[in-house]
């Protein structure tokens, strides 16, 4: 079995920063594309930013140029760095992993983390 293992979320400042880090565990080959999420309160989950095993990156607008997403390879773990915070990045950040698993043969599953809080207030 995978898991993914969010940590990082908590209280932070506008203006301020945040760093989220998420670690896969479990029988893996690969981590391919993995990415971060996130939900408000009736609200549908939007995609955040996402990077590839090659390390390409995509952003949505709204995060363009304060998140930045990285990964290390070697921890099985991809990382959110948030900075130039807004109230509005207020939600609960979800990461995502598209993950080659080892079983009797090797098999590619999308995982979820259950999710860390984040709120941007004074």
């Known amino acids: 079995q995978v898991q993914l293992v969010e940590s990082g979320g908590g209280l932070g400042q506008p203006g301020g920063s945040l760093r989220l880090s998420c670690a896969a565990s479990?029988?893996?080959?690969?981590?391919?594309?993995a990415g971060w999420y996130r939900q408000v309160p009736g609200k549908q989950r939007e995609l955040v930013t996402t990077?590839?095993?090659?390390?390409?990156?995509n952003y949505a607008e709204s995060v363009k140029g304060r998140f930045t997403i990285s990964r290390d390879n070697a921890k099985n773990t991809v990382y959110l760095q948030m900075n130039s915070l807004k109230p509005e990045d207020t939600a609960v950040y979800y990461c995502?992993?598209?993950?080659?698993?080892?079983?009797?043969?090797?098999?590619?599953?999308?995982?979820w983390g259950q999710g860390t809080q984040v709120t941007v207030s004074s």
């Open positions: 990077i590839t095993s090659g390390g390409s990156t």
């Open positions: 479990g029988s893996i080959f690969r981590i391919n594309t």
């Open positions: 995502n992993a598209e993950i080659v698993v080892v079983t009797h043969r090797l098999q590619n599953y999308n995982y």
